[in-house]
């Protein structure tokens, strides 16, 4: 059974920190390029970041310098490490998972993804 299970969101303030995890099971995880993407509310959905099967990296403008995406293939886990996060940042936090393309493609497109992950809420607010 193939399944993406993201976690690790939450409320923190602005200026705080949070690691989102996107745990793949039942499918080779090495095999793929994994995307985070998120909606906030009103809005369409985003790419925010995407990392290719050998772990060349993606970052919309808005989050480069503060957020960081990783892969760990032995823990079958993808990571999204968020810092200096500003209200603007709330949304709900979706990862995916799709055939190797080029990953600014893969963010900035947003189609013909293979899977998708249940979602993690992320809010930023004082």
């Known amino acids: 059974q193939v399944q993406l299970v993201n976690s690790g969101g939450g409320l923190v303030q602005p200026g705080g920190s949070l690691r989102l995890s996107c745990a793949a099971s039942g499918f080779a995880l090495d095999r793929y390029n994994i995307g985070w993407f998120r909606q906030a509310p009103g809005k369409g959905r985003e790419g925010v970041s995407c990392i290719s099967y050998s772990g060349m990296t993606y970052y919309t403008d808005s989050v480069k310098g503060r957020f960081t995406i990783s892969r760990d293939n032995a823990k079958h886990t993808v990571y999204l490490q968020m810092n200096s996060l500003k209200p603007e940042d709330t949304a709900v936090y979706y990862c995916?998972?799709?055939?190797?393309?080029?990953?600014?493609?893969?963010?900035?497109?947003?189609?013909?993804?293979?899977?998708w992950g249940n979602g993690t809420l992320v809010t930023v607010s004082s």
């Open positions: 995916a998972a799709r055939p190797p393309i080029n990953v600014q493609e893969m963010c900035i497109r947003r189609r013909n993804m293979d899977y």
